[in-house]
């Protein structure tokens, strides 16, 4: 089990990312006046939800890639990827918050990290199973 301390540690801070973006945008509602439910009307509060549904939407994808990737290939190599994703997710959002164009750098960041521990992981079972 220790081995896979350190991916544990990363999907953890996902979660402590989340959170945190969830409180973005609760802090959001207040600044701008829009209580929840509404999730309109503000384009800095519909950034903000936006960012922050986005980056819901990939975990799907993130978590059960990085966890695979440890167990099929490495678990130190999971983990940094999986902290890149997080890098990456957390400059979308605070870009996504400035200016709409910015969130394409963390965009990058964070795709390319979860592709190549989806299609490691993915290629790795793959062979493993047919070979």
Request: charged letters at 10%; glycine letters at 6%.
């Amino acid at each position: 089990m220790e081995r896979y301390y350190a991916v544990a540690i990363v999907t953890l801070l996902t979660s402590l990312t989340i959170f945190g973006m969830a409180l973005a945008v609760a802090r959001t509602h207040k600044k701008t006046g829009i209580l929840a439910p509404a999730m309109t009307g503000d384009p800095i509060l519909e950034r903000a939800i936006r960012a922050h549904s986005n980056t819901l939407e990939w975990l799907p994808v993130f978590l059960p890639s990085m966890w695979l990737f440890a167990i099929y290939w490495s678990p130190a190599w999971a983990a940094l990827l999986g902290l890149l994703w997080l890098v990456g997710r957390i400059a979308y959002f605070m870009g996504y918050l400035s200016e709409p164009l910015k969130r394409y750098p963390g965009f990058f960041i964070q795709a390319l990290a979860a592709f190549i521990l989806l299609f490691g992981a993915l290629g790795r079972i793959l062979y493993l199973w047919f070979a």
